[in-house]
């Protein structure tokens, strides 16, 4: 069982709701208050003291990465926290902490870092492995992370069949499996978009312009390479700024 001993009113609502959101049972008691029998890991708050059993100290800001951590020891789990990711645009995110699923998420490209990094925040040695598909989207993410361990994973049948039921899943699945396999570390992408690549885009740009208008290769190259949107692009090309 999991106890919450703690005098930090902030920690005590914080972690209850957190162990309450995921159906665990657990108990709660008063910081000088004997454990119960079956106590097998404590919980407490900045300024408690430690107990005789396996102890996380939660922040008030972060009860959730308590509440985490309390899990992977409850588990007997092994190893740390791990972020995977599917690169697309819309990128299935998914974070372990001790082997298990403790959140995921689907966002926009732009937010997928913002994202990243809020969920490892106060993390210890965290590891993110993003798939090496979707090259181009794939390394925006990277550069856009913030000094962080990386490894970059073969995605190859990372993405399960989903049955009835679980459409529009996929990429999120995926992210799980590209979060359990190990990759190879990187600290950077460097892509050349392809010609092929380059074409998609303006074919993109000529869809999505009112006039029928199709950018240069040039614009298409820096909306590859992410120093641009598609409509930032459009405009350029009609000489806007």
């Known amino acids: ?25 657990f108990t709660t008691i008063e910081p000088d208050e004997d454990l119960p029998e079956a106590a097998r890991i404590v919980v407490v708050g900045p300024e408690d003291p430690r107990r005789d059993v396996p102890t996380v100290r939660a922040s008030p800001d972060h009860p959730r990465r308590a509440v985490e951590e309390a899990l992977a ?7 740390g926290t791990i972020v995977g990711i599917d690169p697309g645009d819309r990128p299935g995110i998914a974070v372990l902490s001790g082997g298990a699923i403790v959140s995921t998420f689907q966002v ?22 993003i ?24 995605e190859t049948g990372t993405t ?19 979060a359990r396999t190990e990759g190879e570390e990187i600290e950077s992408r460097e892509i050349e978009p392809t010609v092929g690549e380059l074409r998609t885009i303006q074919r993109r740009s ?21 120093e641009l949107s598609i409509p930032e692009a459009l405009r350029r090309h009609r000489g806007e700024r």
């Open 1 to 25: 069982m999991i106890v919450v001993a703690t005098s930090d009113f902030k920690v005590y609502h914080g972690v209850v709701g957190e162990l309450r959101d995921r159906d665990v049972r």
């Open 73 to 79: 020891i409850f588990r007997g789990a092994d190893g």
């Open 108 to 129: 926009p490209i732009e937010r997928t870092a913002a994202v990243v990094e809020r969920e490892l925040d106060g993390a210890s040695d965290p590891v993110v492995r």
């Open 131 to 154: 798939g090496d598909g979707a090259r181009l989207r794939g390394a925006r993410i990277i550069d856009a992370l913030d000094a962080r361990r990386i490894e970059l994973v073969d």
């Open 160 to 178: 399960p069949y989903q049955g009835e039921g679980v459409r529009g899943m996929g990429d999120v699945l995926a992210a799980v499996n590209i």
């Open 206 to 226: 000529r869809e999505r312009s009112d006039g029928g208008r199709t950018i240069d290769e040039s614009l298409a190259r820096q909306v590859a390479l992410g």
